[in-house]
């Protein structure tokens, strides 16, 4: 016997092909590049946080910027990467790089141009900014870290003895630290909250990837975080904090249509889902 | 004989942090320092066994001529491990020798090809949506009602809206913050439980005990 048309149509759409999904998604990604729509951005209070934490710095005031990310999450970090340090050259904060979590660090700086940005601002390597690559030892490393730099520090990254680097003459623990800013795709924040917030009571805010955000919540709630954002939104709120337009305000129309399309999808799954489900009802089917 | 005196390293080692978290001695930046000279030796030792292995596998795979489980060839098993002898030598002795061509291929194949995998994910997480998120019970709605109000938040032109604000803020701060909290408090608990018996010697698990 022939099954009614209608059931058909819910069944067809339930068992579409995923190639249509894959070809909608990537329709309406390139229009959001191909045809900037500069949606408004609203600023979350984490993000406004993380900005007011580095707009309080003074001319001087010591900074760590953690690297702690692989070169996949990119895509999310860098444009928080960008602008953060953009708002720390505007400060005038003395800067020092690290990584801890991943080796990929010393790379990921070289990419971004963090040296060679700085290097445009006026900053000079050794006396404004320093970068020590990637340090082994994650949690035990980041934990003696915080007690005496030095005892884990001998040289920079390009074999610089660290006396040598007038930054570093006054910075010997977390206590001589103003903030640090971990980027960080995994687990990072937490260490560092663990390692340097509870005991040597450092100021600490996260650049984390959108869906890491939810998770650091209790500890924005907590003050244990002094501020913190989530992947290319969390950057296009700071960009519009900042008032420039960099890739995550680019990013933010291509994740607002593609967020946009993925709810479609959702309703539309449900539609063909419970269409089916009435259908099999009237007809006199199981259910 | 060696099982033991690692347990017994490893209980004194961990004793020390734990008392020199509380406590601002120096004795454990000494440790601590000493703890990373042991992680970097581990990790560099682990890496070459890595090499090792993987050398000895498709080593093994280019010699063989058999189609293996899932129905690949032996020709295309042998190109596939071809192909990651070549990449991983070839990487390693081009990061050894030229900064400037492995920092190339860093950005330009291993990164393009990590952020490809990366991003793959996207259209496959909305594909999964699309067949298997329905409301079928009330379990299943409070996770699509969340997994919604999550993807609010990231849509600027919407997130602004008031009504909406007042909705993922009270979600954010209240669900999302007191059960990330509940999990954080279990987690906790669990690694007390099982760091108490490993520390008073009476679990040897970690080091291959029964």
């Known amino acids: 016997m022939r099954m009614p048309t209608e059931t058909s149509i819910w069944e067809k759409m339930q068992t579409i092909d995923r190639k249509y999904i894959f070809l909608g998604l990537l329709i309406v990604i390139l229009l959001a590049y191909a045809v900037p729509i500069n949606f408004p951005v609203t600023v979350t209070p984490p993000v406004k946080r993380f900005y007011d934490s580095i707009d309080a710095l003074k001319p001087g005031d010591v900074v760590?910027?953690?690297?702690?990310?692989?070169?996949?999450?990119?895509?999310?970090?860098?444009?928080?990467?960008?602008?953060?340090?953009?708002?720390?050259?505007?400060?005038?904060?003395?800067?020092?790089?690290?990584?801890?979590?991943?080796?990929?660090?010393?790379?990921?700086?070289?990419?971004?141009?963090?040296?060679?940005?700085?290097k445009s601002q006026g900053y000079v390597y050794g006396k404004d900014y320093v970068n020590f690559g990637y340090i082994t030892?994650?949690?035990?490393?980041?934990?003696?870290?915080?007690?005496?730099?030095?005892?884990?520090?001998?040289?920079d990254a390009y074999g610089t003895p660290i006396e040598k680097l007038p930054l570093m003459n006054n910075v010997r623990s977390a206590k001589d630290v103003a903030l640090l800013i971990t980027f960080d795709d995994g687990y990072a924040t937490e260490m560092w909250i663990l390692q340097w917030v509870t005991p040597q009571k450092t100021k600490v805010a996260s650049g984390n990837m959108a869906g890491g955000l939810p998770?650091?919540?209790?500890?924005?709630?907590?003050?244990?975080?002094?501020?913190?954002?989530?992947?290319?939104p969390g950057a296009a709120q700071y960009e519009s904090l900042m008032k420039v337009r960099g890739r995550g305000l680019v990013f933010q129309d291509a994740i607002n249509v593609s967020q946009i399309f993925w709810l479609a999808m959702l309703a539309l799954g449900n539609v063909a889902f419970f269409g089916a489900v009435l259908t099999k009802r009237k007809s006199g089917g199981t259910k | 004989m060696i099982k033991e005196i690692a347990k017994y390293i490893g209980i004194v080692t961990c004793a020390v942090l734990i008392v020199g978290y509380f406590i601002r001695p120096s004795l454990d930046t000494a440790v601590g320092i000493d703890l990373i000279l042991w992680t970097t030796i581990i990790l560099g030792f682990a890496a070459f066994l890595g090499i090792i292995s993987?050398?000895?596998?498709?080593?093994?795979?280019?010699?063989?001529?058999?189609?293996?489980?899932?129905?690949?060839?032996?020709?295309?098993?042998?190109?596939?491990?071809?192909?990651?002898?070549?990449?991983?030598?070839?990487?390693?002795?081009?990061?050894?020798?030229?900064?400037?061509?492995?920092?190339?291929?860093?950005?330009?194949v291993y990164n393009s090809i990590y952020g490809a995998m990366f991003g793959i994910l996207g259209p496959f997480f909305i594909v999964a949506t699309y067949r298997a998120v329905k409301f079928r019970s009330i379990q299943s709605a409070a996770f699509i009602i969340s997994i919604i109000l999550g993807a609010l938040v990231n849509i600027s032109m919407i997130s602004g809206i008031p009504i909406v604000v007042g909705i993922t803020d009270w979600f954010s701060n209240t669900i999302v913050t007191g059960g990330s909290r509940g999990m954080t408090i279990i987690f906790a608990l669990g690694v007390i439980v099982l760091a108490v018996p490993y520390l008073l010697g009476k679990s040897t698990q970690y080091h291959g005990g029964e």
Request: hydrophobic share 45%.
């Open chain 2, 54 to 108: 993987l050398t000895k596998i498709h080593t093994f795979n280019l010699l063989r001529s058999k189609t293996d489980k899932q129905g690949i060839s032996s020709r295309q098993q042998k190109l596939l491990s071809l192909i990651l002898l070549v990449s991983m030598y070839g990487t390693i002795l081009i990061g050894v020798t030229s900064s400037d061509i492995f920092g190339n291929i860093y950005q330009y």
């Open chain 1, 215 to 232: 998770r650091l919540l209790p500890y924005l709630s907590a003050n244990q975080l002094v501020g913190a954002m989530g992947g290319a």
């Open chain 1, 64 to 118: 760590v910027v953690s690297i702690d990310h692989v070169p996949g999450s990119l895509s999310e970090l860098a444009g928080e990467e960008n602008i953060v340090l953009a708002h720390l050259a505007q400060k005038k904060a003395a800067i020092i790089f690290w990584g801890l979590a991943f080796p990929d660090a010393p790379q990921i700086y070289i990419m971004q141009g963090m040296g060679d940005f700085l």
């Open chain 1, 137 to 155: 030892g994650k949690e035990s490393a980041a934990e003696t870290l915080g007690r005496d730099i030095r005892s884990v520090l001998k040289a």
